[in-house]
């Protein structure tokens, strides 16, 4: 799925939301059993998150909304999984179904933000970020994926300005960092962008978007060897970027880095 590098869905603990209460047609409450099971399937859930198989995650995330339906974490998190299968519109309703039980509760938001960002309704994703900055404006996440969202309009000056806010708050955030320099890039500012991504390597050696990067800026300098042994990292760590289209279109690097690294994968 998703952009210049946030994305990174916020996974809400599901079972800490849940407050046993009587509920209106008067079912009983919420035994500890039943909240044994359903911590049980949320382990799995997010055990199958951490390998990668989304469509199981959704299977249990189901479960536990069969179960506890008023519990907006499992509705978030479900649109999570269904956001990494690409089901864009499906995720939207859980998320808006999180939002309507939690609406005071930033995660849904700015989960929701990316699925709109999928669908390239950019002025739509900014206004859920702009929210989530008003119930927390020191939520490093959301200004990275506002300034995801801003480039996607090609607001490059904007979406710097947002990255750079981001890792104001949050140091230790590689990917506001790494959308930082690329933004750089593509306003012309190529040194700078450079020595931040050297900068972001230093500490981050096996961040392949950053070594792909360096490879594609690299390659239009003239430096090819520099080119050439950064994208054997890049490569190893990630084959997607081999893929124009994927770059392009998933990854949505800007236009100028696009271009560079097209180059070198002709070795033009």
Known sequence: MMKLISVVLCLLLVFGWVKPVMAQSQQPLITQEQIEQGEEWKNQAFAA????????????????????????????NRGNSRVSQNKLQAALTDYNKAIELA????????????????????????????????????????????????AGLGKWEDAITDYKKSFEIAPNFAFARANYAIALYEIGQKDEA????????????????????????????????E???????????????????????VRRWPPSLVAALDRFLRLE
């Open 103 to 150: 609406p005071n509760v930033t995660d849904p938001f700015l989960n929701r933000g990316t699925a709109l960002e999928g669908l390239g309704k950019w002025e739509e994703a900014i206004a859920d970020y702009n929210h989530v900055l008003e119930l927390d404006p020191n939520d490093a996440m959301a200004y990275n994926n506002r300034g995801n969202a801003k």
């Open 227 to 249: 080119a050439e042994s950064n994208w054997v990292a890049a490569y190893g760590l990630d084959s997607r970027y081999k893929d124009m289209n994927w770059v392009k279109n």
């Open 194 to 225: 450079i020595h931040e991504m050297r900068n972001i390597l230093r500490k981050y050696p096996s961040f392949a978007d950053v070594r792909a990067a360096l490879t594609a800026a690299y390659w239009v300098n003239g430096q090819q060897g």
């Open 49 to 76: 998150t951490n390998k990668g198989d989304f469509v199981t995650a959704e299977q249990y995330w189901t479960k536990i909304i069969d179960n506890f339906p008023t519990n907006p974490g499992a509705w978030s």
